[in-house]
C-alpha cells in the first residue's frame, strides 16, 4: 500500500497539473494520484496521509466531480488519517469568492474525525474574501494558475515541507 494518496477534480486541467507536481515531488513509490471522477469515498480509507486538490469554478462554486465525491463522506469516518487539502482559484477575476470551495472542503472533512493539516498565509494573494479561511489562515494550499503561476512551484514545494517534513530535501523534479 502506497502511503499517500493524492485525490483531484479536475475541469480545465490545472488542478490534474498540480496534483501530478505533487506526486512527482512525493515519489511515485510512496503516493498514488487519482482523479475523484474515477474514485469513491471509500478510497481514502487505503491511505494514512492524504492530499485533496479542488478547484473554483466561477463564483465560488464547487467542481462537478467534487459534488458527488463529498456526498460519499458524508458518513465516512477518517479518524487517524492526516489530511492537506490544496484549491485553485482565480483572484482578479473573483475576488470575493477566491477559492471556496477549498473551504467547503475543509467543512467537510471536518466532519470525518481527520486530522487537517497544511494550512497556508495570505501572504501575497490579493483578494476580497474567501471562504477557504480559518483563524486567518487559508484551510490549506491556495494556488492561482490564471494570475500567479509564477509562483505555483515554490508554493507546492514549501507547502509540502510542511506537511511531508521528512519528505525530499533534494532531487525534486527541476520545475519544483
Not at 467542481?63 to 489530511?83: H, I, P, R, S
Not at 514545494?157 to 517534513?165: E, G, R, S, V, Y
Request: hydrophobic fraction near 40%.
Amino acid at each position: 500500500m502506497k502511503e499517500t494518496g493524492i485525490f483531484y477534480g479536475s475541469s480545465s486541467g490545472n488542478t490534474e497539473t498540480v496534483a501530478m507536481k505533487i506526486f512527482e515531488w512525493i515519489g511515485k513509490d510512496k503516493s498514488s494520484v487519482k482523479d475523484v471522477a474515477d474514485s469513491r469515498a471509500g478510497d481514502l480509507l487505503y491511505f494514512d496521509l492524504l492530499i485533496l486538490g479542488i478547484p473554483t469554478w466561477g463564483i465560488g462554486e464547487m467542481q462537478d466531480d467534487w459534488a458527488v465525491f463529498l456526498a460519499g463522506l458524508e458518513d465516512m469516518d477518517l479518524t487517524g488519517k492526516k489530511v492537506a487539502i490544496f484549491g485553485l482559484g482565480d483572484q482578479e477575476s473573483y475576488p470575493d469568492t477566491f477559492s471556496d470551495a477549498l473551504g467547503t472542503l475543509y467543512d467537510s472533512l471536518s466532519e470525518t474525525g481527520c486530522e487537517i493539516i497544511g494550512s497556508w498565509s495570505t501572504l501575497g494573494y490579493e483578494f476580497v474574501e474567501s471562504g477557504a479561511l480559518r483563524d486567518g489562515m487559508f484551510a490549506g494550499l491556495v494556488l492561482d494558475e490564471e494570475n500567479q503561476q509564477q509562483l505555483t512551484d515554490l508554493r507546492i514545494n514549501d507547502w509540502l515541507k510542511t506537511i511531508i517534513p521528512n519528505g525530499k530535501s533534494e532531487g525534486q523534479p527541476s520545475h519544483i
